[in-house]
């Protein structure tokens, strides 16, 4: 019987022959041994500010995104600042100014597993502890700030 919590795999790196742990969730691995079990899934809410590149450049607040990538960028550092600052929360910011259809709901995805998110906000979500929030990550969809929430 194994003494690592559920969800973990002990296994042994071939090219070092050292003992790693195996997330069976995620397929993430890590050198230290785990002290909680593996999650299968998270709940998280963001803050999405699209730009010009964006896969979609366009959403429920604006019909054409024309805002640089940079432009984007320091739009969210101010919200950022004011999350930080307690000017506002992150609920009432996203619910007002997040470019995601998610703004209905406060930026509330709800829970979410591996492969149902792009790669970085999927990376990004999993490596927040919950009621930890992320500096901007980004993906195709533009500029986020993500609140792990479960």
């Not at 995620?26 to 230290?32: G, L, M, V, Y």
């Not at 429920?60 to 024309?66: C, F, Q």
């Not at 007002?96 to 906000?121: N, R, V």
């Amino acid at each position: 019987m194994s003494d690592l919590p559920e969800g973990w795999e002990e296994r042994t790196s071939r090219s070092t022959g050292q003992v790693y742990y195996l997330n069976k969730h995620t397929k993430q691995s890590q050198w230290d041994k785990p002290t909680s079990p593996a999650v299968a899934q998270v709940r998280a809410s963001h803050l999405l500010v699209k730009h010009r590149d964006s896969r979609r450049p366009s959403s429920w607040r604006e019909e054409n995104i024309t805002r640089s990538k940079d432009e984007a960028l320091d739009i969210l550092k101010g919200y950022l600042d004011r999350i930080n600052n307690k000017e506002a929360s992150f609920e009432e910011l996203a619910s007002q100014f997040s470019d995601c259809s998610s703004a209905k709901k406060g930026g509330d995805l709800g829970m979410f597993g591996p492969g149902q998110m792009q790669k970085p906000f999927e990376e990004a979500s999993f490596a927040l502890q919950v009621g930890q929030m992320s500096g901007p990550v980004f993906t195709d969809s533009g500029v986020h700030i993500i609140l792990r929430t479960k």
